[in-house]
């Protein structure tokens, strides 16, 4: 086979599993949404960084996760870039989920921890392996609660066509997007996407908003993966840091 054939042959691939992406259909539950139940993780080191990195300790370098802007960079307003800085440089300290934290929206769905999607006509519940995290998507209420904050948000959701869209709003300022001190604040407002796209593949986006942080919305797009093995499950997942405070007497 010459290149030329070798490359053609190649673009018919790439654009026969294109065409079949957008042209799936999901499976439908027994109200005739799509059905995005199933036990999902993400394989990407967005975990690490959202942006491009380098390899280092404990972690896999890897690409950005971010769409837009097409620079793959967080836009940050020039008054956040030091406290980033900071939040990077003091990161082993000052990271949330160090101190066992609740991760937030949306760092909750790229952790290496697998989480369980449960759909019902009137809610739908995502529950999460790490530290039993749990959150409730409410799908016929569109009012956010008033003058309140949670470490998860709190989430509304919708159906357009074969997506699931969460408006998230209500977050603390108190979690990061990852474990390179990325941050927002308490005017973080998120709105995820999922979108069964095979058998065993969702695609996940998040389109960030904090007029306080960033000087525009930016978007993030991960593939999540659905475990096929016999008997997947959810396992315990405790974090220690205050008993090892605790013994050592802090």
């Known amino acids: 086979m010459t290149p030329a054939h070798r490359l053609f042959a190649c673009l018919v691939l790439v654009l026969s599993a294109s065409a079949q992406t957008k042209s799936y259909r999901a499976p439908r539950t027994p109200d005739g949404k799509p059905d995005l139940q199933g036990i999902w993780e993400a394989r990407s080191t967005a975990y ?72 019902t006509p009137d809610f739908i519940a995502l529950t999460y392996e790490y530290v039993h995290a749990s959150r409730t998507v409410h799908m ?64 996940y986006e998040a389109t960030i908003e904090d007029s306080k942080t960033f000087t525009r919305p930016w978007k993030i797009s991960i593939p999540l993966f659905r475990h096929t093995e016999k008997n997947a499950q959810l396992y315990e997942y405790e974090c220690h840091v205050y008993l090892e405070e605790a013994k050592a007497g802090k």
Not at 145 to 171: C, H, K, P, Q, Y
Request: glycine letters at 6%; hydrophobic letters at 35%; proline letters at 7%.
């Open 48 to 119: 690490g960084n959202l942006e491009a990195h380098s390899a280092s300790l404990g972690l896999r370098a890897g690409e950005s996760v971010i769409v837009d802007p097409s620079d793959g960079k967080i836009p940050y307003r020039p008054e956040a870039v030091e406290k980033q800085q900071q939040n990077f440089k003091n990161r082993a300290a000052a990271d949330p989920m160090n101190h066992c934290f609740l991760p937030g929206v949306p760092r909750v769905t790229y952790i290496p921890y697998p989480f369980q999607i449960f759909q």
């Open 140 to 203: 016929n209420k569109s009012a956010h609660l008033d003058d309140i904050e949670f470490w998860m948000g709190d989430s509304r959701g919708r159906w357009e066509g074969e997506t699931l869209v969460v408006d998230v709003a209500d977050n603390n300022a108190d979690t990061w997007f990852d474990m390179s001190g990325n941050f927002h604040s308490e005017a973080l407002h998120v709105v995820e996407r999922y979108t069964r796209t095979s058998p065993d593949t969702l695609q």
